[in-house]
T-cell receptor, first 112, second 111 residues
Framework: DQQVKQNSPSLSVQEGRISILNCDYTNSMFDYFLWYKKYPAEGPTFLISISSIKDKNEDGRFTVFLNKSAKHLSLHIVPSQPGDSAVYFCALSKTSYDKVIFGPGTSLSVIP | NAGVTQTPKFQVLKTGQSMTLQCAQDMNHNSMYWYRQDPGMGLRLIYYSASEGTTDKGEVPNGYNVSRLNKREFSLRLESAAPSQTSVYFC??????????FGPGTRLTVT
């Protein structure tokens, strides 16, 4: 049974609009929530994180929101750019030193 | 500074053959990981090494073995390849757990 779910396998957004990628998890013991980005034929790269004591973290065009009671996090990209087209993995960790569990990914296409 | 390197980039094996996937990092990281990526499954942890001299099983270790040769190198061995091991394999390293740096991957096909 998957502990991390990304229910949208793909998402298509117009350039300049907002992209919202969603992630749900089942185990309330996770304290660190991450997003990784992956381009074709490359390894994933770390994008942004949030700890359980916060509900929002911003880094430029990227904002991650955490709703612990709903066991839900989301990644907002504003404004979306064609270079953002990639697969985005939600990932969780129980501590900052623990293993990371990845979701199945959402493929984002930003249309010029 | 190459980061994390993996060899080979591509490999085709016949069922029952063996091979070793090599991984090296030059960032002086303590922890290293092997993942496999399959469609719709995300990245699943095969084995990891929290520090030189230690290795632990991840989510899907069956059919694989690992060696942490030194702080830089972490290899993954398939003793008797099976078609179910057709996948893309990623090696990663980290100084602290959750921010991991990934290699470019090895695409393995087992026929």
């Amino acid at each position: 049974d998957q502990q991390v779910k990304q229910n949208s396998p793909s998402l298509s957004v117009q350039e300049g609009r907002i992209s919202i990628l969603n992630c749900d998890y089942t185990n309330s013991m996770f304290d660190y929530f991450l997003w990784y980005k992956k381009y074709p034929a490359e390894g994933p790269t770390f994008l942004i994180s949030i700890s359980s004591i916060k509900d929002k973290n911003e880094d430029g065009r990227f904002t991650v929101f955490l709703n612990k009671s709903a066991k839900h996090l989301s990644l907002h990209i504003v404004p979306s750019q064609p270079g953002d087209s990639a697969v985005y993995f939600c990932a969780l960790s129980k501590t900052s030193y623990d293993k990371v569990i990845f979701g199945p990914g959402t493929s984002l296409s930003v249309i010029p | 500074n190459a980061g994390v390197t993996q060899t080979p980039k591509f490999q085709v094996l016949k069922t029952g053959q063996s091979m070793t996937l090599q991984c090296a990092q030059d960032m002086n990281h303590n922890s290293m990981y092997w993942y496999r990526q399959d469609p719709g499954m995300g990245l699943r942890l095969i084995y990891y090494s929290a520090s030189e001299g230690t290795t632990d099983k991840g989510e899907v270790p069956n059919g694989y073995n690992v060696s942490r040769l030194n702080k830089r190198e972490f290899s993954l061995r398939l003793e008797s390849a099976a078609p179910s091991q057709t996948s893309v394999y990623f090696c990663a390293s980290s100084a602290q757990g959750y921010e991991q740096y990934f290699g470019p991957g090895t695409r393995l096909t087992v026929t």
